[in-house]
């Protein structure tokens, strides 16, 4: 079996594949249309199979040695509560939380791997000759789309995104759920805290944006208040929510999809980083095992697909059920019984 691979996009699940593929013996070019990796964006979550992922792939280390990287012991207390400040549900620290800005973290997978910058990535020319082509170029992949059509084409969930990161610790974490809005709060290691807002909308907003969250989060109380005052207009970042379609394979010939290309999700379990670097893991993994690279690809399919599909409509599910407009007291009464009931068992 040939070992030649082109990678089309350097996000975190086309440097996880690239990386994966090498250490298994594979020559890989990676092309990017950027003229760089980006060097803004938040910290993120690592769950613990991203973690073992990154070990496997040879990234594990020189994440954790950037600047970017914050484990934190025991993990912080988290609440849920309303914008009143009333509290749904508390739970106290527990497992161990790792978190990584995003910039250190494709740094850290960039290391060592050729990356061709400036390339345009809708040229099939450019790889027609590769034995295997990976589609890692985002939520709205071209790949994709040549692969299966208008169709699978990225689907928006009718909500929009703000987030960012501000200086300083705060005294509690956890989400703030209300009619059409939520507003999250995590930490971003000792001294920064992360947080997030979202809302029921059609489409994304113009610049400024900090007029528009004070106006909607600034009156609600508690740890909102103390984040909203710390937010500065340049830091914010501003997006629409979008998901991939359940696709009927991640593979079709010598393609092979990985990350958001193949399971955009919205961010409302945290997981999208997390399974596109498993992605890239296991693609590796899968065509260094097999005989063919049909196989490969086919058990690379088998392990990833029906996963991530299920975290798709996982996220999308929390999203409404964490915003929903109607029905809100009820539900709100029931996590509150949940609660009351779980805290014996958690305290």
Same mark, same amino acid.
């Given at each position: 079996?040939? /070992?030649?691979?082109?990678?089309?996009?350097?996000?975190?699940?086309?440097?996880?594949?690239?990386? #994966?593929?090498?250490?298994?013996?594979?020559?890989?070019?990676?092309?990017?249309?950027?003229?760089?990796?980006?060097?803004?964006?938040?910290?993120?979550?690592?769950?613990?199979? !991203?973690?073992?992922?990154?070990?496997?792939?040879?990234?594990?280390?020189? !994440?954790?040695? #950037?600047?970017?990287?914050?484990?934190? #012991?025991?993990?912080?207390?988290?609440?849920?509560?309303?914008?009143?400040?009333?509290? &749904?549900?508390?739970?106290?620290?527990?497992?161990?939380?790792? &978190?990584?800005?995003?910039?250190?973290?494709?740094?850290?997978?960039?290391?060592?791997?050729?990356?061709?910058?400036?390339?345009?990535?809708?040229?099939?020319?450019? $790889?027609?000759?590769? $034995?295997?082509?990976?589609?890692?170029?985002?939520?709205?992949?071209? #790949?994709?789309?040549?692969?299966?059509?208008?169709? +699978?084409?990225?689907?928006?969930?009718?909500?929009?995104?703000?987030?960012?990161?501000?200086?300083?610790?705060?005294?509690?974490?956890?989400?703030?759920?209300?009619?059409?809005?939520? +507003?999250?709060?995590?930490?971003?290691?000792?001294?920064?805290?992360?947080? $997030?807002?979202?809302?029921? !909308?059609?489409?994304? +907003?113009?610049?400024?944006?900090?007029?528009?969250?004070t106006e909607r989060f600034g009156s609600w109380r508690g740890t909102v208040r103390d984040v909203m005052d710390r937010i500065e207009e340049d830091g914010i970042l501003h997006h629409g929510l979008f998901e991939t379609p359940k696709l009927p394979s991640f593979?079709?010939? /010598?393609?092979?999809?990985?990350?958001?290309?193949?399971?955009?999700?919205?961010? +409302? &379990?945290?997981?999208? !980083?997390?399974?596109?670097?498993?992605?890239?893991?296991?693609?590796?993994?899968?065509?260094?095992?097999a005989s063919t690279l049909d196989a490969g690809l086919a058990a690379y399919d088998r392990a990833r697909r029906a996963r991530s599909q299920r975290l798709v409509r996982s996220s999308r599910l929390m999203g409404r059920f964490a915003m929903m407009r109607t029905?809100?007291?009820?539900? /709100?009464?029931?996590?509150?019984?949940?609660?009351?009931?779980?805290?014996?068992?958690?305290?």
């Amino acid at each position: 079996m040939r /070992n030649e691979a082109v990678i089309i996009g350097a996000g975190i699940g086309g440097l996880s594949t690239a990386r #994966s593929l090498a250490r298994h013996g594979w020559s890989v070019t990676v092309l990017e249309q950027a003229s760089a990796l980006p060097s803004t964006g938040t910290m993120l979550g690592m769950w613990p199979q !991203a973690v073992s992922a990154l070990d496997a792939i040879g990234a594990g280390e020189a !994440a954790r040695s #950037s600047g970017g990287w914050a484990h934190i #012991s025991g993990g912080a207390g988290t609440r849920l509560w309303t914008p009143e400040g009333r509290t &749904l549900m508390s739970a106290p620290g527990g497992a161990d939380l790792n &978190l990584v800005a995003r910039p250190a973290l494709l740094a850290a997978l960039a290391r060592d791997v050729d990356i061709s910058f400036d390339t345009r990535v809708d040229d099939p020319d450019l $790889y027609k000759d590769a $034995y295997l082509v990976v589609g890692a170029d985002g939520t709205f992949s071209r #790949s994709r789309h040549r692969m299966f059509g208008d169709r +699978f084409s990225a689907r928006p969930l009718g909500a929009v995104a703000w987030r960012g990161t501000v200086p300083g610790s705060v005294r509690e974490h956890g989400e703030i759920w209300a009619p059409g809005a939520l +507003f999250g709060i995590t930490p971003a290691g000792p001294d920064a805290t992360n947080w $997030y807002a979202c809302i029921n !909308a059609d489409s994304t +907003f113009d610049a400024p944006h900090l007029p528009r969250l004070t106006e909607r989060f600034g009156s609600w109380r508690g740890t909102v208040r103390d984040v909203m005052d710390r937010i500065e207009e340049d830091g914010i970042l501003h997006h629409g929510l979008f998901e991939t379609p359940k696709l009927p394979s991640f593979t079709r010939g /010598n393609t092979a999809l990985v990350g958001d290309a193949a399971h955009a999700m919205a961010p +409302f &379990l945290g997981r999208g !980083a997390c399974e596109s670097i498993v992605d890239g893991a296991a693609l590796g993994r899968a065509v260094a095992k097999a005989s063919t690279l049909d196989a490969g690809l086919a058990a690379y399919d088998r392990a990833r697909r029906a996963r991530s599909q299920r975290l798709v409509r996982s996220s999308r599910l929390m999203g409404r059920f964490a915003m929903m407009r109607t029905g809100v007291q009820a539900r /709100n009464a029931v996590i509150g019984t949940i609660g009351k009931l779980m805290k014996p068992l958690i305290s």
